[in-house]
């Protein structure tokens, strides 16, 4: 069974710009400041679902480790790790609302693109829009691919406890798991990349507001 490696973190590159007074750069700035701030409990349980792939992957490997006539144990290591998955949903149930909550403050950017003049300052913060968008739906297909992925990874563990459960039916399963851990893999290099391209188009359009207001 494959790590899972859910490396989302990496997205802390994403803003922050100062807040600079009234006008269109200081309303997308606080925008974009209030759609970060929502996406807090997003970060906050990164590390705690790392933590709990690690342990799970730690597990899985002292059970196959194990002897028939230590399956009291396989069943003791397995119930952890299912008690583990759960905490997982748990802590991607908080992931999801706290993206949710971001994606509700954005609407604000509606404002800032009414009160846009410039044809071209109009053009990009819609662009950025349009681009944040991409992501929130890029998260949310990842979402659900990491949902399927600790369902097949529950009925792995459920598997193991059972002492009737043959090898080929857990190499059947570990496959299973293995193959969602890959559609988990490119959700989260979609949304990586997605969330690379926010923060260029982000700098581009700050750029070209500061231009327009020099």
């Keep these: 069974m494959k790590k899972t490696a859910v ?3 990496f997205f802390a590159i994403f803003l922050l710009t100062a807040c600079s007074g009234s006008g269109i750069r200081g309303d997308l700035d606080q925008v974009l400041n209030d759609t970060f701030d929502a996406e807090e409990e ?7 679902l790392e933590k709990r792939e ?3 992957q730690q597990l ?3 059970i196959m480790a194990l002897t028939q006539e230590e399956q009291d144990q396989v069943a003791k290591q397995a119930q952890t790790a299912l008690d583990s998955a759960d905490e997982r949903l748990e802590f991607l149930k908080t992931e999801k609302e706290s993206m949710q909550s971001a994606e509700e403050n954005f609407t604000g950017i509606d404002k800032v693109i009414k009160a846009a003049e410039e044809v071209a ?4 913060v819609e662009a950025l829009k ?3 968008k991409e992501r929130f739906t890029a998260h949310s297909e990842f979402t659900k691919a990491y949902e399927k992925l600790i369902e097949r990874q529950k009925e792995l563990y459920e598997m193991l406890k059972k002492e009737e459960t043959t090898l080929q039916l857990l190499q059947e399963k570990a496959a299973e798991v293995n193959e969602q851990n890959e559609q988990v893999q490119l959700a989260v290099t979609a949304f990586n990349e997605v969330t690379k391209q926010v923060n260029e188009l982000k700098d581009a359009t700050m750029k070209k507001i500061d231009e327009s207001e020099e």
């Design 60 to 62: 899985f490997e002292e």
């Design 121 to 124: 300052v109009k053009a990009d």
């Design 7 to 9: 490396a989302l973190s």
């Design 130 to 132: 349009a681009k944040m």
């Design 42 to 48: 997003y970060r906050a349980v990164q590390d705690d």
């Design 54 to 56: 690690k342990t799970e």
